[in-house]
């Protein structure tokens, strides 16, 4: 069974979500999601990524945000 990309995606936003819960505990959880297919890992690591230029973003109270965006 394939998993369509978006739902990998929207899965992956979730996991990075969680984890960065400090009461997060589903190690386990995520580490058997990940092992399923190297699409997962591909899509969590760009997940992290957004979430950390995010939580930049929302954290500095003078963004850098291009004209139009």
Known sequence: MTTHPSAIVEA????ATRVADP???D???LTEWLKTSP???AAYEAAV????WA???LADDNPEI???A
């Not at 990524?49 to 950390?52: G, I, K, S």
Request: glycine share 14%.
């Open 66 to 68: 291009a004209p139009g």
């Open 12 to 15: 992956a936003r979730l996991w």
């Open 23 to 25: 009461a997060f505990d």
């Open 55 to 57: 939580t930049g973003i």
């Open 49 to 52: 990524e957004t979430n950390e």
């Open 27 to 29: 190690w386990d959880g």
């Open 39 to 41: 699409a997962h890992l």
